[in-house]
């Protein structure tokens, strides 16, 4: 159990162009997700908290205009990368929460990786 | 001080050895540790996860928490090439819920 998927796996776009990530809880409902993103060789650096049916709440120095996070259902987040420039190149992986027993846990999905040309 | 800090390492241990692997975080009022294992180019997979102080042992795996000393570790036995990766320490702590991961330490099993 405790499964997330992302989707899509890699993306490659033009300069300017805008990118939309998916991320899916499968088998548990989370009210709770969190979008990462990693460079080469770089520890995860946390970009937002998606909450089920309000706001995110974003990081210090990520700019919510430029990165769209919706969490519309209790099983789906969405990542909106506007105006994609090649310095957004990253590896996006999101987490999903899973409340079991009073206690939380993040799953990971497997990432998406984007490629800004 | 950083709120959950690993030793970067590389850490280098042969085949069939044990790795031990540490962690040290800042807060005294946290809930839950865990380990993830994230190989190159990929997410982060948990492994371990373990809430009160002691050992968990899941498999070759064991992890040891001690709150009061403020660290949890990993434990490898019988290390194989395949558990060459980077590992992630986590700690929730119970302010605001939040899960805070360390920059993980980077284990390679010769073989």
């Known amino acids: 159990g405790a499964v997330v998927s992302q989707h899509p796996s890699w993306v490659i776009c033009k300069s300017g162009t805008s990118v939309k990530i998916e991320c899916r809880s499968l088998d548990f409902q989370a009210t709770t997700m969190f979008w990462y993103r990693q460079f080469p060789k770089q520890s995860l650096m946390l970009m937002a908290t998606?909450?089920?049916?309000?706001?995110?709440?974003?990081e210090q120095g990520v700019e919510k205009d430029k990165f769209l996070i919706n969490h519309a259902s209790l099983t789906l987040s969405t990542l909106t990368v506007t105006s994609a420039h090649p310095e957004d190149s990253s590896f996006y992986i999101c987490s999903a929460n899973r409340r079991r027993e009073g206690t939380d846990t993040q799953y990971f999905g497997p990432g998406t990786r984007l490629t800004v040309l | 001080q950083k709120e959950v800090e690993q030793n970067s390492g590389p850490l280098s241990v042969p085949e069939g050895a044990i790795a031990s692997l540490n962690c040290t975080y800042s807060d005294r009022v946290s809930q839950s540790f865990f380990w993830y294992r994230q190989y190159s180019g990929k997410s982060p997979e948990l492994i371990m996860s373990i809430y009160s102080n002691g050992d968990k042992e899941d498999g070759r795996f064991t992890a040891q928490l001690n709150k009061a000393s403020q660290y949890v570790s990993l434990l490898i036995r019988d290390s194989q090439p395949s558990d060459s990766a980077t590992y992630l320490c986590?700690?929730?702590?119970?302010?605001?819920?939040?899960?805070?991961f360390g920059a993980g330490t980077r284990l390679f099993v010769k073989a």
């Open positions: 986590a700690v929730t702590f119970n302010w605001g819920f939040k899960t805070i």
């Open positions: 998606s909450n089920e049916g309000s706001k995110a709440t974003y």
